[in-house]
């Protein structure tokens, strides 16, 4: 069995996950990518082979809770109990709360949370056997303030920031720590998709904040990680929002979120993006 460390990414094979898996690389880690998507997973492999790291890529939908059981134990028989377990897969389905279908719900929450939750409940065995380890959950500014046009994705995200708030305490005592994470707004492949078809009253709130690169994101959780943060906020806007979401969000919706939806509302009904 390998002697470096393992980390353990889902959701690794782009975006977020994949800048994270090239900075842990660097640092000597074995890896086990898991993602849906076997050319991208492929290509994720080929990219960080060259810098010599050892990867281990399996096709996975994080949904499925065997699947994800199977691919964890192998992942484990050939690199041990993983010491980074990096929960990162998510899908945004953007839209107005009356306009979206039933699925719209259904398929962010299975993803986003049971996903986090069939992941963690796969590698906690061994990592718990060990006494050993950091779990990383990646939420979302949107699991700190519910914002129009996200009703079917904040909720997953609220629950991600949950489960990691409930899991720091019973899991310090077993040598284990946890950490969740709340990027902003990320240049990756998900978020170019989804301002094609997010509300335009959700790009005009959204329209403010800087986007921030999958490589800052993933630097501000790798130092997180090794400073052995509990609450990793990249970007100033995020630290703030982290610290005082409290008293922010409202002042936001008040001041902020409510006057540019009701001049915008009775403009366009709060549709979708312009084309």
Known sequence: MASNPHALISGGSSGIGLALAHRLAAKGYALTLLARDPARLSEARSALAKTGATVRVTPTDV????AVGDAVAAAIAEHGAP??????????????????PAAAFHDTMTTNYDGTLNLVRAALPAMLARRAGRIVLVSSGAGLIGLYGYTAYAPTKFAVRGLAEALRG????EGIAVSIVYPPDTDTPQLREEVQIRPAITSKIAGGARVHSA???ADAILKGVESGRFTIAPGWEMGLLNRLHSLLGPLLHRFSFDPVIAKMHGRDGGGTAPG
């Open 215 to 217: 490589e800052e994101v």
């Open 83 to 100: 010491d980074l377990l990096v929960a990162s897969a998510g899908i945004v389905i953007p839209g107005v709360f009356k306009q979206l």
């Open 170 to 173: 019973e899991l310090k005592p």
């Open 63 to 66: 949904r499925d809770e065997a």
